[in-house]
């Protein structure tokens, strides 16, 4: 197959019928004129707008959902955005459902379809932004009046990001989010643009998308686009480096030879009991896992701190000469795992305990009454002592709740946690099995 | 027994008798007649003189040896310095020895007193020194009008860093030199001052001995000593950071404990197979030896190269993810012996093989060619490789020889090397089981 047929099946994967869109932007119409009415009805001066990828004609098939702002004055205060806003939302349903993002919204289902209701603040512009959903629709505003033909790359972008595993600017993820990928396609005028700049870009590149680089600030991360609605902000900032330069070797490997398998990847297998111990047995490492019940938390809440986790127990190990070959934190919302590949999981029996500089007299004194036994390494005083942990799942159960654990994990793990090792760590399911079939890649 | 109970009876196990220091006196002015007599009939502008610890009466009883300087003309050309000298020093005795140390020298025997007959330049002031024999008899000028009544402190402190294991500027110990003993007493006014300021001295410490300090130029070392005959000079050069602190160290120690058995300490008994399996046994660590015929050097030469090949040897193993937890030089001039005490000697199956940056487009692709499995780890590509050294004793076989070795030591490996581990170290003799006693220290 040529590119072209590639993208063209591609395509044909993931763009909705265009009854299926009708439908959509039917039921869009619908609510907008209920919320319209009822807000007149209530005395609010407020009108519904359409947003998201299914206002923009971007959306992925199978991805069907309404996301419907409530536009209130600039001057509301905000209690009475909250509480107007919600109270008009549940005017399209009896069955909503309050959520909480940055501040309140209403999902419901309407006519089959999820939707979304979210209360914001139509400012005047986007330097007068009072909280992060406001910037929603100049963003469905700035696609909506440049992205022109190109609707089906942006959806082809999508589709490829999320086959090379960097679609999604959740904490999970940290990859690239729906807005940036219609940036992108908006920028380099193509998907197929995308993909070959994609597999030149470097650490820190700048896309300055609308010429806003004289408001640039300064961006720490691997690549920074400058939103055109709000030149201060990084548009790729949820992006982490990992997913970052996973995205371009995606690229350059799909220039190298395209195929419908980047866009659409094989199901994952979950490895299981005998061939992981046939891995685990050729490789000589240990796989240890923590594991520990999911605390009652959103994944953008929990994944921060199970990120914290695995680093504290990594430094943990380290700092006591462990030496981890990989790590990674996986959950599937019920139980969580930290999971250890270990290259050095037993050590002697002495260690050595470092003391302060000999030139340091006081502490030099202190020390050697506490340690008569210590001599001098260069300029310091050591002394050889018994080893408190040899071994690491020994050091792991005893010092874990003295490390940064992130708050709500801190609790779960506080009240059980497991150590367990090898094919031991099946027993927490498929959905680890597949995340240790990545993780360790045979 | 008080302090100075402890002084006086020390300084009797190493003052010379009053009758042995009249003979060695006697001796070196029936040589200087002679000397002056025969260059006289040579023909030659020639005195010799009396120099060292023995014409400063500083010397330990049992070391005595006598130094005699042959003084030149300035303007004799470097060959006439070397031939005349030689010729007029082999006058004293018929059994004459050429040794060679930054120029040649003469050692005899005569009156049953070791003699070295050292040709050098009598030059006007100590900036004009053409070799550094040419600065000794400047070093005794002034060790004579300023030691005054300090003869026996000065014996006093080159006895205690001799017990501490830090006597001695030769390249094997990088310890404090006679000369450096002199100056210390001559500026602290007594052996006792020299302890209490010893307790407290701190890295980078100058001692301006005669308010040379103008003519400072900075120095690395860790004591700074200036030379009151040359004042670019450090005297402390020689003395290495771990000497420096072991001394401070002994300072303290015999402020807080005065004893004899700091001045004469205990014979060090070689510690035995049963003890070493035992000790090895209970801290869990492995002993390895490299070990190597002695090239036929000096120890002077002989030593920097052990130490490089003792850095060579942690290098390669720390490279190669092994953990040494201490490492040392040791040889009799016979056989040579690197000996590491491991912390990890095994690792498992698999390394990782760092590749470049993912954004260095280049280098990746050809990375990506040869390691097909490569995956992303932060901001390179790394890749899982067969570890080809699962141990540290292969990987020393296999690759001591490709290690920076220093010249004469690495003929000497070339020709042959073992590597042995625990308790048949100890086949290398009993001064290696002296070294190992104080190198692992139970």
Known sequence: MSTEEILGEALSGIKPDEEDAETLRAVARDIIKILDTNAKNMGLDVYAVHVG????????????????FLMFPPETPREKLEEYGLKLARTVSDHCVEKYAEHPYIKTVFEGV????????????????????DR???????????????????????????????????????????????????????????????????RGYVIDVNDHMDH???????????????????????????????FIDACRRFLKSPSMDMFFPPGIEPIDDEELKELLKKRG???????????DIVEDTLYPQLRRVEESVVGLLERHEFKVYRSGAWS????????????????PDIERHIGPP?????????????????????????????????????????????????????????????????????????????????????
């Open 285 to 295: 490492t240990l796989l240890v896992a923590v594991t520990f019940d999911s605390p």
């Open 216 to 246: 640039f600030v300064e961006h720490p991360e691997p690549l920074i686009v400058i939103d055109p609605v709000d030149p201060k902000r990084n548009v790729a900032a949820a992006l982490s480096e990992q997913k970052f330069f996973e």
């Open 358 to 442: 000999v030139d340091e007299k006081e502490h030099s004194l202190k020390f050697l009454e506490k340690y008569p036994d210590a001599y001098i390494l260069g300029y310091r005083y050591v002394v050889d002592i018994p080893r408190r942990y040899t071994g690491a799942i020994d050091l792991i159960r005893a010092k874990l709740l003295t490390c940064g654990l992130g708050k709500n994990v801190a609790g779960s793990i506080r009240e059980k946690f497991d150590v367990v090792t090898n094919e031991e760590i099946l027993c927490l399911g498929d959905d680890l099995g597949k995340f240790l079939r990545e993780l360790i890649r045979p």
């Open 53 to 68: 990828s299914t206002a923009r004609n971007t959306w992925l098939k199978g991805t069907k959902d309404i996301d419907i």
């Open 114 to 133: 999820d939707i979304d209701l979210v209360p914001c603040y139509r400012v005047s512009d986007s330097s007068r932004i009072q909280s992060a959903v």
């Open 136 to 202: 929603s629709p100049f963003h469905n505003r700035y696609v909506q009046s440049h992205i022109g033909e190109l609707c089906d790359d942006a959806r082809l972008l999508k589709q490829f990001t999320r086959g090379a595993g960097v679609y999604g600017s959740e904490l999970k993820t940290q990859g690239f989010s729906g807005y940036l990928c219609e940036l992108l396609v908006i920028y380099y005028g193509s998907f197929m643009n995308v993909i070959k700049s994609g597999a030149n870009l470097r």
């Open 332 to 347: 599937d919302m019920d139980k969580c795992a930290i999971i250890l590949e270990m290259l050095v999981w037993e050590l």
